[in-house]
């Protein structure tokens, strides 16, 4: 049996949020069979579509910084991956724009805020905000600045309140689940980056594997997925350029059993030239990221049965 939550603010036990200005769409949407057939839960924070009007009205370029944004259809990646895979799924419906759920609430550009940091006393601008991409995106290389006015403070309070705290609130619980019967989880929090190109003598990466640097993940698993990009020949990077965000500093836990990597998969290989729709090798790379979650969906069971033999029976029965 499949347990689908799909984010109905309508739930009386669990709040599973709302998109503003966006009435009757859910924060985020999480599919699980129930028991699961595997430990591993596919997250897609980046890949939401849902623009409000209002939204859409106050970028200066909606559509360029849509698809500069987002990771573009890495949620269709994920459900085929978790369709074929039985891994439990969560996609968040808000795009980026609205709020960047791989960002801690506090790594804010406050002078985008209405009454702004005047009002804020010594309140520091946050670590990835000073790039222009913290919890609300800013600016863009090459594009500039995304908003046409600044955001009131109240309306940055609703979105932390609405789509942050309820997507990762429903990610810890379906870890935790996960953990309860394999004894181990594993996280993949999914994204889609633009070509690297050559930096060096070797093909630039197709994959990069983001583990905060031997922080976030059982070593044996990083190991485990490149041995198996090396199989079926594909160049993988680890840590650079993209070690892993906020995702992976709040929720993984390897000594607990709760393990996390960020996988950027170059969004060339599966959408058309004009990086928007899915292309000609969109099904080769879901076979791909299918082959790499089936082994380490092994890999994380083999942990969880080392740390504790008895739930293994129970979970394999």
């Known amino acids: 049996m499949t347990r689908a939550v799909p984010g109905s603010s309508e739930s009386p036990r669990r709040d599973t949020g709302r998109i503003p200005g966006a009435e009757g769409v859910p924060a985020y949407a999480l599919s699980a069979p129930d028991p699961s057939s595997i430990p591993i839960l596919i997250a897609v924070p980046h890949a939401g579509r849902t623009y409000p009007a209002n939204l859409s009205a106050r970028m200066r370029h909606p559509r360029a910084a849509a698809l500069r944004l987002e990771d573009r259809y890495a949620d269709l990646l994920g459900r085929e991956v978790a369709q074929r895979t039985g891994a439990a799924l969560l ?81 810890a619980r379906e870890l935790a689940r996960l953990r309860k019967r394999w004894g181990a989880a594993l996280l993949i929090d999914l994204h889609s980056m633009p070509p690297l190109g050559l930096r060096g003598p070797r093909p630039p990466s197709v994959f990069v594997i983001g583990d905060r640097f031997g922080v976030s993940c059982h070593g044996t698993l990083i190991a485990s997925a490149f041995g198996y990009f090396a199989e079926v020949r594909h160049a993988a990077g680890h840590n650079r350029p993209y070690a892993g965000g906020y995702v992976l500093e709040r929720h993984a836990a390897p000594h607990e059993g709760l393990h996390a990597l960020q996988l950027e998969v170059d969004r060339s290989c599966y959408l058309d030239h004009a990086m928007s729709e899915p292309g000609a090798g969109f099904a080769a790379m879901v076979d791909v990221l299918v082959g790499l979650t089936e082994r380490l969906a092994t890999q994380v069971a083999q942990l969880g049965q080392a740390d504790d033999p008895a739930r293994w029976a129970v979970a394999a029965e």
């Not at 808000?94 to 209405?114: F, G, K, S, T, Y």
């Not at 995106?137 to 705290?165: D, F, V």
Request: hydrophobic share 40%; net charge negative; aromatic share 4%.
């Open 91 to 171: 996609i968040a419906n808000a795009p980026r724009a609205m709020i960047d759920l791989n960002r801690a609430e506090d790594d804010v550009d406050w002078d985008m805020l209405v009454p702004g940091k005047p009002n804020r006393g010594d309140a520091p601008m946050g670590l990835r905000a000073r790039s222009g991409l913290g919890l609300i995106p800013r600016r863009l290389h090459g594009l500039g600045e995304i908003w046409k006015q600044r955001l009131a403070e109240e309306e940055l309070a609703e979105r932390i309140a609405t789509i942050h705290t309820p997507y990762h609130a429903a990610l």
